[in-house]
């Protein structure tokens, strides 16, 4: 079950005749100047694991077109498609159950949760980033495993 969560940067979108359609440019995320003495932040976190990558989107969608925003950095979510999305599934974790980010290892507990008609079940996690930060932060339930 390879799960991954990538940070791209949207370096340039490519508008298209009618406004109908763009082309949206994504990189991997990586800093133009120094990182910290410590090397930790959380771009040089997916840095290491993802040091290049580039995606390229055709979008047609008419609810899409228009609202990316160039120079914005997005989270992209890879999993297996028969694990894609448990829609209207129970949820796997528990309020307070210590949890894993599959990414990257680092644990934390649930202190919400999320369930989406047309999605899967979400969560909120309280949990302490590689470089100390305590963070809050959503994660689909396909990038958590019980710690």
């Known amino acids: 079950m390879p799960n991954m969560k990538a ?8 508008k298209h005749q009618g406004d109908t359609s763009e082309t949206l440019h994504f990189s991997a995320v990586g800093k133009s100047d120094a990182y910290p003495e410590n090397g930790m932040d959380e771009d040089n ?6 040091p ?8 047609t969608n008419p609810e899409l077109v228009g609202k990316f925003k160039q120079g914005d950095t ?20 528990e309020l307070d159950q210590p949890v894993k980010i599959s990414i990257s290892g ?6 919400g949760r ?12 309280e949990y302490q980033a590689a470089d ?4 809050k932060e959503w994660w689909r339930e396909s990038s958590l495993e019980v710690a």
């Open 74 to 93: 997005y989270y992209v979510d890879f999993c297996p498609t028969g694990e894609a999305i448990k829609v209207g599934s129970a949820f796997e974790f």
């Open 114 to 125: 999320a369930e989406y008609k047309d999605d899967e079940n979400q969560y909120w996690l």
């Open 45 to 50: 976190t997916f840095a290491a694991f993802t």
């Open 7 to 14: 940070k791209m940067h949207l370096t340039l979108i490519e």
């Open 52 to 59: 290049s990558a580039d995606v390229t989107m055709l979008i």
């Open 132 to 135: 100390g930060r305590a963070v």
């Open 106 to 111: 680092e644990q934390g507990s649930i202190i």
